[in-house]
């Protein structure tokens, strides 16, 4: 049995994972049952539920949605201030040795 294509990456709004979401909590589908009837992966489904969870508190073995875009701009404006860094090394190296 060979391999099954891959599927070109799709995105989502925030108001489908929503709906999607709603549907699982629901109760009357297994997580497999709604990915299938709406042609979703089945651990796309199970992140997104698990991550609304984290955002309405009910777990907390993860990092909210609020927490992950501020450990993304954290990490961002961290880059940006070690290359920063970077070049006034460079420049004060450089003038270090124009100076002598």
Same mark, same amino acid.
């Given at each position: 049995?060979?391999?099954?294509?891959?599927?070109?990456? @799709? %995105?989502? #709004?925030?108001?489908?994972?929503?709906? !999607? &979401?709603? &549907?699982?909590?629901?109760?009357? @589908? =297994?997580?497999?049952?709604?990915?299938?009837?709406?042609? /979703? #992966?089945? #651990?796309? &489904?199970? $992140?997104? &539920?698990?991550? %609304? $969870? /984290?955002?309405?508190? #009910?777990?907390? $073995?993860? /990092?909210?949605?609020?927490?992950? $875009?501020?450990?993304?701009?954290? @990490?961002?404006?961290?880059? @940006? /201030?070690?290359?920063?860094?970077? !070049?006034?090394?460079? %420049?004060?190296?450089?003038?270090? =040795?124009?100076?002598?």
């Amino acid at each position: 049995m060979g391999k099954k294509p891959r599927r070109p990456r @799709r %995105a989502f #709004t925030p108001e489908f994972k929503a709906k !999607i &979401v709603e &549907v699982c909590r629901r109760g009357d @589908r =297994t997580v497999g049952q709604v990915a299938k009837d709406f042609d /979703l #992966t089945e #651990t796309a &489904v199970r $992140d997104w &539920v698990k991550q %609304a $969870d /984290l955002d309405a508190g #009910t777990r907390t $073995d993860g /990092l909210t949605s609020a927490e992950r $875009d501020e450990l993304a701009a954290l @990490r961002r404006e961290n880059r @940006r /201030l070690r290359e920063d860094v970077d !070049i006034l090394k460079r %420049a004060t190296a450089f003038f270090a =040795t124009e100076t002598r």
